[in-house]
């Protein structure tokens, strides 16, 4: 029997070779049919152990929960369906797909005062037992909220993805959607200003001092951030709180090859020049803003831009102002700033083989002078690994303590710069019997070359692994479970099991982790990536 009844765009499922197939039909015979896959792959398929699917399937379900044939080929083709017509989201029954989040435009745009409104109206009609949900990630921010009312305990939503696949953007609107829903008595207009403008301009201030240029991207977020929606008892909002976890420190001495360091750096040298009260503060000494950047070793690979450090510093001293930072408090952030790129600065000589001493003592002398510190007391800590008896860094030892010292100050201003912007957002001391939203904006998973990693990156995507292994267990595993319990049938499907990897790095005796905490503690003075390999080799031939 011919397909020409058919439609010639179809879904095609080969028993025989166990597939699914999406395409348009080019010609047929009695037995098989000549099919043009999506993928540009011709080929005859026989009809025989061959079920066709009507396209209902692959035209844009709103919830993929629906889709009667769950298969890869099906729920991308779907996405990209609905991708074309102008729909980035898609949900998966408690999840949201989102592509390409970074499109806004009038049809579609992805923050919408009206979209609120329409998700804000749903509550006084909330039915737990109606399903009948809008495809937008605003569905499940509102889901959570009503979580919280209803069933009175936290809410976590995880935004997870590849660098630069957009989680920033979905981050700041599910900033945007709590706040603005929330702006209801007992708020009034001076909490208007700090809760829901102010949580937007802590996120400009990470911006700043957590983006980086990454070979993925110009703006590229170096930190996982986790941004805690509070509510009292009566689950009226109450503030907000900001935390940074798996910061990305090293880029602030090492950024890697053809990649940039952190905004602040260079939108701070821009402050410097354009502001004389700034610049006559500070003492900087520069005249032009590439070369000023350049002199730095920190900066001497980063690609800069004058137009967008221009336009990152105006937007941090926006934020800064309306977090009630005083000018004179920010004078001082800059000053920081500059004065940890003065660090970088600071070079070595050996005077004999064993003695070393600073050859920069007038990049020492403006250190100490930016940062207010004791200089004898650095001179100390950056030469000797002990002062009685007196026994030497090497040259390398003594750059590796500098580096590292950066990293502490870096990190330092950070976290005081959150705490205080989170006492302006949150200003309540005590709150545990309050309930909370939690957004956690994560680290994306990177596929870098080798000659680019280094032990965060390893730890990042080590983190995106458990994310990734616990949603396993929790939305696959389990729910196989209970459809076998009830006799349920289903069809099989192979799941990607990664708790051999996991293990891999958290094994007691011989993981990847626990083997370098050791060498760390036992061999400090002489630890190396030669070292480590020779060591993690022993302990796994052992076990």
């Known amino acids: 029997m011919l397909l020409s009844p058919q439609p010639k765009y179809l879904l095609v499922r080969s028993f025989s070779e166990n597939n699914y197939y999406i395409g348009e039909v080019i010609d047929e015979n009695d037995s098989s049919f000549f099919l043009k896959t999506n993928e540009n792959v011709e080929k005859w398929i026989e009809k025989e152990n061959t079920s066709i699917i009507l396209p209902e399937d692959i035209s844009g379900v709103d919830d993929l929960k629906n889709i009667s044939h769950p298969h890869d080929v099906i729920l991308i083709e779907n996405l990209k369906r609905r991708f074309d017509q102008g729909i980035y989201t898609t949900l998966l029954h408690e999840m949201a797909i989102c592509i390409n989040p970074f499109i806004r435009n009038e049809s579609n745009p992805l923050y919408n005062d009206k979209l609120i409104t329409q998700f804000i109206d749903q509550r006084q009609t909330y039915d737990p037992a109606n399903e009948n949900f809008l495809s937008h990630h605003y569905q499940i921010a509102e889901n959570a909220h009503l979580s919280l009312c209803y069933g009175q305990y936290n809410q976590s939503i995880i935004i997870v993805g590849e660098s630069n696949s957009g989680k920033s953007e979905i981050c700041k609107s599910l900033i945007d959607y709590y706040c603005r829903s929330s702006l209801l008595p007992p708020l009034v207009e001076e909490d208007l200003n700090m809760f829901y403008y102010g949580t937007g301009h802590v996120f400009a201030i990470l911006e700043s001092f957590c983006n980086a240029r990454t070979e993925f991207s110009n703006n590229s977020t170096r930190a996982a951030k986790l941004i805690k929606f509070k509510y009292n008892n009566s689950h009226e909002f109450i503030g907000t709180t900001t935390e940074i976890w798996l910061f990305e420190s090293s880029r602030i001495s090492s950024p890697p090859p053809k990649e940039g360091n952190f905004h602040i750096f260079s939108e701070a040298i821009f402050g410097c020049l354009e502001n004389t009260e700034i610049q006559d503060y500070i003492k900087f000494p520069g005249t032009e803003f590439i070369a000023s950047c350049k002199s730095f070793e920190y900066l001497k690979n980063t690609n800069l831009s004058l137009e967008k450090s221009r336009n990152g510093f105006e937007k941090l001293m926006i934020a800064f102002k309306a977090l009630n930072f005083s000018f004179d408090e920010l004078k001082d952030i800059l000053k920081i700033v500059i004065g940890i790129l003065y660090i970088g600065n600071i ?29 004898s007391r650095l001179k100390n800590v950056l030469i000797y690994k002990t002062t009685v008896p007196k026994v030497f860094n090497s040259r390398k030892e003594a750059t590796k303590i500098r580096d590292l010292f950066a990293h502490f100050l870096y990190q330092k201003l950070l976290n005081r710069i959150l705490i205080r912007c989170n006492s302006l957002t949150f200003p309540y001391l005590d709150n545990e019997n309050g309930f909370e939203i939690r957004v956690l904006d994560m680290f994306g998973f990177e596929a870098i070359s080798n000659n680019q990693h280094n032990i965060q990156n390893l730890l990042v995507n080590y983190a995106n692994e458990k994310l990734n292994h616990f949603f396993i267990n929790l939305m696959l595993k389990q729910r196989i479970e209970d459809y076998q319990k009830q006799g349920i049938n289903f069809d099989q499907f192979i799941i990607n099991d990664t708790s051999e990897l996991i293990y891999l790095f958290e094994a007691d005796n011989n993981g990847l982790l626990g083997n370098l905490e050791d060498d760390f503690y036992t061999f400090s003075s002489k630890v190396s990536d030669l070292a480590y390999d020779s060591s993690l080799i022993t302990v796994q031939k052992s076990a």
């Open 347 to 375: 070079q070595f000589k050996h005077v004999t083989s064993e003695e070393v001493c600073i050859s920069t003592p007038f990049i020492l002398e403006t250190a100490k002078e930016l940062l207010d510190i004791d200089i």
